[in-house]
C-alpha cells in the first residue's frame, strides 16, 4: 500500500475498504494514523455501499475464470493480464479507458514497431508544451466533464434500481429482526432480536440497540432487517437473562423448559415454553450439550455419531488378513520377507 501511495500519491482524506481482515488490522491501523489518514469500512453484508469498486472486482473474476478454465491454482499468473484488459476496456460510465484517463494518450498496440530492417519505425513525440498543454486540459476540461457525466450516470442508475427495489425505511425508535447470518443449521430461526433502530447514517444503513441498551458493535443493511410490530415488544423492566437451560418436560408442542437466571439462585429457576425466549437459539444450543436435536415434528431425536459409523463402515487391517492359524500365516509372512 505504501508502494501503491509513493508513486500515486497520498489520498487527502479518507480511505475506504470492506471489513476483510488485510484490510482491518492493527498494522494498516497505525500505518493509517502514522500517515493522518481516516480509514473507513463499509457496513457487512452491504456490497452496494461500495459499488464501483465490487464491480470491478466482479468483472476481474470472471475474467480470471475464463483463463484459468479450472486450474484455480494458477489464478496469480494472470492478474497483470487482467489488469491490463480491465485498464484498457472503454468503461460505461466515462466512455474512455481508464488508461487514457489516467495517462492522457492511448495504451501501445500489440503491432510490430520495427521496419522490415528490424529497425525501430521513427515517431515523433510530443514536445514538452504540448504536453503542458495537454495535462492542462485535461484537468481543466477532460476531468470536469467526466465528474459531470459520472454523477448523471450514478444518478440513472439509482433511479433505475430505486423503481424494481423499494427498500424499506425504519424510523428512529421502531423494533426490528436482523436476519442471522450464523444460522447452526437450516432449522434454526432466520432472524433474531429485537433490536431497537437508533438512526440510519449517510449509507443508508442503520445503528441498533439490543434490549439491554447496548450499542450494537456495527451498522446493519436494510437488506438485514425487517419491521416486527411494535405492541409485542416486552419493556426493559420486565427482561431477565437467562445463565443456562437445565432441564426440560412435556411432548413436542406442549414443552417447557427449566431455566436458572443469571445472578439468581436455583430457589428461583422457572419453568418457561419457548415462546417466553427472546432469543431461541439457547434452546437450540441446550439440545446440543444434550446430542440431541428436534426434528421437522418437534420430536427429540438423539444425533448420529457419525464418526462411529464410519469407524464401524471402515475395514480394519485384521479384516484382510487370511482365515488360517496364526502360527502358519507367521511362518509364511517370514519367508516372503527372508526371501
Not at 489516467?102 to 510530443?126: C, T, V
Not at 457525466?149 to 421502531?174: C, I, M, V
Not at 437450516?186 to 449517510?202: E, F, H, M
Request: proline share 5%.
Amino acid at each position: 500500500m505504501v508502494d501503491t501511495f509513493s508513486l500515486l500519491g497520498y489520498p487527502r482524506h479518507f480511505v475506504c475498504s470492506d471489513n476483510g481482515s488485510e484490510f482491518k488490522n492493527e498494522i494498516l491501523e497505525n500505518l493509517f494514523n502514522a500517515m493522518g489518514i481516516d480509514k473507513r469500512y463499509t457496513t457487512p453484508y452491504h456490497p452496494s455501499a461500495n459499488e464501483a469498486a465490487e464491480r470491478y472486482v466482479q468483472s476481474a473474476k470472471k475474467i480470471l475464470a475464463k483463463f484459468l478454465e479450472g486450474a484455480t491454482e494458477d489464478w496469480h499468473h494472470y492478474i497483470p493480464s487482467v489488469q491490463l484488459m480491465i485498464n484498457n476496456k472503454i468503461s460505461t460510465r466515462l466512455q474512455t479507458t481508464p488508461f487514457s484517463l489516467m495517462f492522457a494518450r492511448n495504451i501501445n498496440d500489440f503491432i510490430e514497431y520495427r521496419d522490415d530492417a528490424g529497425e525501430l519505425k521513427k515517431k515523433e513525440y510530443m514536445p514538452h508544451d504540448e504536453l503542458l498543454k495537454r495535462i492542462d486540459y485535461m484537468s481543466q476540461v477532460v476531468f470536469p466533464a467526466i465528474q459531470d457525466r459520472t454523477d448523471l450516470y450514478t444518478k440513472r442508475q439509482k433511479e433505475k434500481a430505486d423503481s424494481k427495489n423499494r427498500q424499506s425505511t425504519f424510523p428512529e425508535g421502531s423494533y426490528v429482526m436482523v436476519r442471522d447470518r450464523e444460522q447452526y443449521n437450516s432449522l434454526s430461526p432466520v432472524y433474531k432480536g429485537p433490536y431497537r433502530v437508533v438512526r440510519q447514517v449517510q449509507g443508508g444503513a442503520y445503528i441498533l440497540r439490543d434490549v439491554d441498551e447496548t450499542l450494537m458493535s456495527r451498522n446493519y443493511s436494510p437488506e438485514e432487517l425487517k419491521l416486527i410490530s411494535q405492541d409485542e415488544i416486552i419493556p426493559k423492566d420486565e427482561l431477565y437473562e437467562i445463565e443456562a437451560i437445565i432441564n426440560h418436560r412435556g411432548e413436542p408442542g406442549n414443552r417447557e423448559y427449566l431455566v436458572r437466571w443469571k445472578t439468581y439462585s436455583k430457589d428461583d429457576d422457572s419453568w418457561l415454553t419457548a415462546e417466553a425466549f427472546t432469543d431461541p437459539e439457547l434452546i437450540n444450543i441446550y439440545w446440543r450439550k444434550l446430542g440431541k436435536s428436534i426434528n421437522q415434528n418437534g420430536e427429540v431425536v438423539k444425533k448420529k455419531n457419525n464418526e462411529a459409523e464410519k469407524n464401524k463402515k471402515q475395514k480394519l487391517p485384521s479384516d484382510y488378513a487370511p482365515n488360517i492359524p496364526n502360527e502358519d500365516y507367521n511362518k509364511v509372512k517370514k519367508a516372503l520377507i527372508e526371501k
